[in-house]
């Protein structure tokens, strides 16, 4: 597609339980990125892939939080054991190389934990 | 995490006025970006500097890159009602390993007709 796609728009899941967002990056694009945006904040960087590795996890805040990029094109996030603190908006953004320029982000999944 | 110190938190401003905002950081980066975020949406890129002391204009968007690298400046001129929204700074260090935007807290604009 032409942009950054973002699957579901928006997910409601109960304390405890797993869910997985998807990001389809735009078609060529070698670098994916994932932020986490709470209310009235700014985004805060989560991981990096160039390419299928994830390059730089370190902003994941805790292990309950994984992603994965198998094929260097769509990345899920997944998240274990959903606390309401988790709520928020994940954005997901790509770049068609690895140096951070040209960053094109999604419109992102409203996580709502209850 | 870490986030820039943006202001003012809000602006409610009339038609066809100036504004401006600011950014500023305990960390020094090698490169200032400005987004705009509407509701609902992604943040879109406005500007990008890339050199201390650095000015540069989009329309009626100029922005400042600061001489100590840790604060950056955004104007908008003649304000008009489509500039409602949350304008958020960012720095990073282009050419490191990640690449990765630290954020300001975002300044919410709104403009009465």
Known sequence: GAGVSQTPSNKVTEKGKYVELRCDPISGHTALYWYRQSLGQGPEFLIYFQGTGAADDSGLPNDRFFAVRPEGSVSTLKIQRTERGDSAVYLCASSPRGDGLGYTFGSGTRLTVV | GQQLNQSPQSMFIQEGEDVSMNCTSSSIFNTWLWYKQDPGEGPVLLIALYKAGEL????????????????????????????????????????????????????????QP
């Open chain 2, 56 to 111: 540069t204009s989009n329309g009626r968007l100029t922005a400042q890159f600061g001489i100590t690298r840790k604060d950056s400046f955004l104007n908008i001129s003649a304000s008009i009602p489509s500039d409602v929204g949350i304008y958020f700074c960012a720095g990073m260090n282009y050419g490191g390993a990640t690449n990765k935007l630290i954020f300001g807290t975002g300044t919410l604009l709104a403009v």
